[in-house]
């Protein structure tokens, strides 16, 4: 199947949705950070981006049944107190709509209109059925910084990833890697896409340039090889794999999903993510980034070496770090985890090598 019409509705609802969010990052206050229970930060662009892709997914495509396991809820925002912040993602979906020449003659929206767009984010996903998986702001922590975000959507048929768009407003056309202007506004803005067996596209997120086929970096020269990891804490279980692996250059720290879009168009050759404490990956951190790196001829797969597996409902079932790199790569990088995790303690050397992890904190 090609998915022509949930592509095409999905990249729409996407640029949307990044269109809002590049106007918040830009007058965005330190007050306007919301704190949710988990600690990490949401803002008005979260909630509005996710209420845009849900509208314009349902009315771009008119499902009989719409299923969408997204990352934000609404109950703060219901909450005595929230009606002045509600007001204002109200109007930022309503502004970002009415940017939409298709959009012109569409009904007013009420807040309750936003807030149950929001809900309609509550499906579990699953291995059945269509499910669309949306992370509204990816690297939120970074959006508020002024720095990397992705707004991020996949189609999942049958527990399969099928399709994924990706908007990266602040992502460099060229490297990100090789960005020695790291200030440099110019341009940014780069909206990857890929559907199954289609391979991998960028195109800049503003104008009408046509796509680009992206594909992994050939490199095999791990002394030449990048690596990339998240912003926040350093994990010292990288350092040890990329020692082992011989990369001589630090890592390169960006928040989101975008350190995917990396390495699918080749800036870098590794992304690793362990983390350091019991974390749990939810689907919409990865399905996006997943099917675009594989579509580009990368792999992602855990410590074991074993595909993700996006059919278990809100979060990926694997135990262990995710791993993305190249095919070529990939035998040595996993050889350099298990080696680096023996000698960490985090594996048992006595066990089958089949990754069973004794618990990393
Ligand atoms: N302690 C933690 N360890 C690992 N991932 C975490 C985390 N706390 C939050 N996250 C997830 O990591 C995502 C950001 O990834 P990255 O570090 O690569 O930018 C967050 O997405 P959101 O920003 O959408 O909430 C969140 O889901
Ligand atoms: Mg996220
Ligand atoms: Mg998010
Ligand atoms: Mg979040």
Same mark, same amino acid.
């Given at each position: 199947?090609?998915?022509?019409?949930?592509?095409?509705?999905? +990249?729409?609802?996407?640029?949307?949705?990044?269109?809002?969010?590049?106007?918040?990052?830009?007058?965005?206050?330190?007050?306007?950070?919301?704190?949710?229970?988990?600690?990490?930060?949401?803002?008005?662009?979260?909630? &509005?981006?996710?209420?845009?892709?849900?509208?314009?997914?349902?009315?771009?495509?008119?499902?009989?049944?719409?299923?969408?396991?997204?990352?934000?809820?609404?109950?703060?925002?219901?909450?005595? &107190?929230?009606?002045?912040?509600?007001?204002?993602?109200?109007?930022?979906?309503?502004?970002?709509?009415?940017?939409?020449?298709?959009?012109?003659?569409?009904?007013?929206?009420?807040?309750?209109?936003?807030?149950?767009?929001?809900?309609?984010?509550?499906?579990?996903?699953?291995?059945?059925?269509?499910?669309?998986?949306?992370?509204?702001?990816?690297?939120?922590?970074?959006?508020?910084? &002024?720095?990397?975000? #992705?707004?991020?959507?996949?189609?999942?048929?049958?527990?399969?990833?099928?399709?994924?768009?990706?908007?990266?407003?602040?992502?460099?056309?060229?490297?990100?890697?090789?960005? !020695?202007?790291?200030?440099?506004?110019?341009?940014?803005?780069?909206?990857?896409?890929?559907?199954?067996?289609?391979?991998?596209?960028?195109?800049?997120?503003?104008?009408?340039?046509?796509?680009?086929?992206?594909?992994?970096?050939?490199?095999?020269?791990?002394?030449?090889? +990048?690596?990339?990891?998240?912003?926040?804490?350093?994990?010292?279980?990288?350092?040890?794999?990329?020692?082992?692996?011989?990369? !001589?250059?630090?890592?390169?720290?960006?928040?989101?999903?975008?350190?995917?879009?990396?390495?699918?168009?080749?800036?870098?050759?590794?992304?690793?993510?362990?983390?350091?404490?019991?974390?749990?990956?939810?689907?919409?951190?990865?399905?996006?980034?997943?099917?675009?790196?594989?579509?580009?001829?990368?792999?992602?797969?855990? #410590?074991?070496?074993?595909?993700?597996?996006?059919?278990?409902?809100?979060?990926?079932?694997?135990?262990? &770090?995710?791993?993305?790199?190249?095919?070529?790569?990939?035998?040595?990088?996993?050889?350099?985890?298990?080696?680096?995790?023996?000698?960490?303690?985090?594996?048992?050397? !006595?066990?089958?090598?089949?990754?069973?992890?004794?618990?990393?904190?």
């Amino acid at each position: 199947m090609s998915y022509e019409k949930e592509l095409a509705a999905a +990249k729409k609802a996407v640029s949307l949705a990044a269109r809002l969010s590049q106007g918040v990052q830009k007058t965005l206050l330190q007050s306007e950070v919301w704190t949710k229970s988990d600690r990490t930060p949401v803002t008005a662009a979260d909630f &509005g981006s996710q209420a845009l892709v849900s509208i314009v997914l349902e009315r771009e495509l008119q499902p009989e049944t719409f299923s969408l396991v997204a990352e934000e809820e609404t109950g703060e925002l219901r909450k005595k &107190g929230s009606e002045v912040f509600l007001e204002g993602i109200t109007k930022l979906v309503k502004d970002t709509l009415a940017s939409e020449e298709s959009y012109a003659d569409s009904p007013p929206l009420s807040t309750e209109d936003v807030l149950n767009a929001i809900d309609c984010g509550k499906s579990e996903g699953g291995c059945s059925g269509y499910h669309w998986v949306l992370d509204p702001i990816d690297g939120t922590r970074g959006f508020v910084r &002024g720095e990397q975000y #992705a707004v991020g959507l996949a189609l999942l048929v049958e527990g399969k990833v099928v399709l994924g768009v990706m908007a990266c407003p602040n992502l460099p056309l060229a490297s990100v890697v090789c960005e !020695t202007d790291k200030s440099s506004k110019e341009n940014v803005g780069c909206l990857f896409f890929a559907t199954s067996g289609s391979g991998a596209y960028v195109q800049p997120l503003e104008g009408n340039s046509l796509p680009q086929k992206v594909g992994v970096s050939s490199n095999e020269n791990l002394e030449e090889a +990048k690596f990339l990891e998240s912003y926040h804490k350093p994990i010292p279980l990288h350092s040890s794999i990329a020692k082992k692996l011989g990369i !001589t250059a630090s890592p390169v720290r960006m928040d989101s999903q975008a350190k995917y879009a990396a390495v699918s168009r080749g800036d870098a050759e590794i992304y690793l993510r362990f983390t350091l404490s019991g974390h749990r990956e939810t689907i919409w951190d990865h399905a996006p980034g997943f099917i675009i790196t594989t579509e580009a001829g990368g792999v992602v797969c855990d #410590a074991a070496g074993k595909s993700l597996d996006f059919s278990k409902g809100k979060y990926l079932a694997h135990k262990t &770090g995710i791993i993305v790199t190249t095919k070529k790569l990939k035998p040595c990088v996993l050889k350099a985890v298990r080696e680096a995790m023996e000698e960490e303690k985090l594996i048992s050397e !006595t066990h089958n090598r089949n990754c069973t992890l004794s618990v990393y904190v």
